[in-house]
């Protein structure tokens, strides 16, 4: 996967899991504004890929699919495709992904709304999350843990 589409990925993930999107153009207008422009096609193959579906309340990740079981939260999902090790450092904490896997797990991180998240900053392989002290860097590693698991 190239990294525009990774980030697009990321991208469409945070839009729909943080605002009501309710058909392909309003997400498209919603891209557009983050200076990503995409087709309908592209569009149409991300969401399939992305496995969102389409509900009276917008798009929504984590839908069944007909004869499928349920999607993953978008976190852990984002997880298990991208988080190659967590390492602890006083009050942060350091994810490291394969390149170009940073951006998209740094946006689920995001998008998860974490209390113990004072900021996160994400570079091609490696998101650091900044928290308030080592206290809460311990409960979010036991949080992010779990989620692997």
Do not use: C, W
């Amino acid at each position: 996967m190239s990294a525009t589409k990774t980030f697009r990925h990321g991208q469409i993930l945070r839009l729909v899991s943080s605002e009501r999107i309710a058909n392909q153009e309003d997400l498209r207008r919603r891209l557009a504004q983050q200076r990503l422009r995409v087709t309908q096609a592209t569009l149409s193959r991300d969401l399939q890929e992305l496995k969102l579906v389409k509900t009276t309340e917008g798009y929504k990740t984590g839908a069944a699919l007909p004869e499928e079981a349920p999607a993953a939260p978008p976190l852990t999902r984002a997880l298990k495709e991208f988080l190659l090790d967590i390492r602890p450092a006083e009050n942060l904490l350091v994810l490291k992904t394969p390149p170009s896997g940073a951006q998209p797990l740094a946006a689920a991180v995001d998008a998860a709304k974490f209390p113990e998240i004072a900021g996160t900053i994400a570079g091609d392989d490696t998101v650091l999350i900044i928290t308030p002290n080592r206290k809460t860097r311990e409960s979010l590693q036991k949080k992010i843990e779990t989620q692997v698991k």
